[in-house]
């Protein structure tokens, strides 16, 4: 069975860090790019921050950039989301979402900007930024 499993979420006080894991099981990420995509509350889902197979292309929502760091470690089968500085508006169901690479260098982007569908999704997991 193909899965995608985050991990990682809970409450948090602004200014504060978590980082989330998003681990498969069932098949290799290798040869597939990652998304982290989240969705506050009676809001739609954004993308948040996309990693390529290898790891030399990253991409990050303007709202994320500077204060988000998303990885890789392949040998674990894991993608990470590591949030800093975090902020009440961060607060939000974090889901991890897996693709098969095309070998483009603008897959990223498309798959941040929510113009790529994902193969496979995880259930998510909850960040809550609150003091």
């Known amino acids: 069975q193909l899965q995608l499993v985050e991990s990682g979420g809970g409450l948090v006080q602004p200014g504060g860090s978590l980082r989330l894991s998003c681990a498969a099981s069932?098949?290799?990420?290798?040869?597939?790019?990652i998304g982290w995509f989240r969705q506050a509350p009676g809001k739609e889902r954004e993308g948040v921050a996309c990693i390529s197979s290898t790891g030399s292309t990253t991409y990050y929502a303007d709202s994320v950039k500077g204060r988000f760091t998303i990885s890789r470690d392949n040998a674990k089968n894991t993608v990470y989301l590591q949030m800093n500085s975090l902020k009440p508006e961060d607060t939000a169901v974090y889901y991890c979402?897996?693709?098969?690479?095309?070998?483009?260098?603008?897959?990223?982007?498309?798959?941040?900007?929510?113009?790529?569908?994902?193969?496979?999704w995880g259930k998510g997991t909850l960040v809550t930024v609150s003091s």
């Open positions: 069932g098949f290799t990420l290798d040869y597939y790019t």
């Open positions: 979402a897996a693709v098969p690479s095309t070998g483009s260098s603008r897959l990223c982007a498309s798959v941040t900007l929510g113009k790529y569908g994902m193969d496979y």
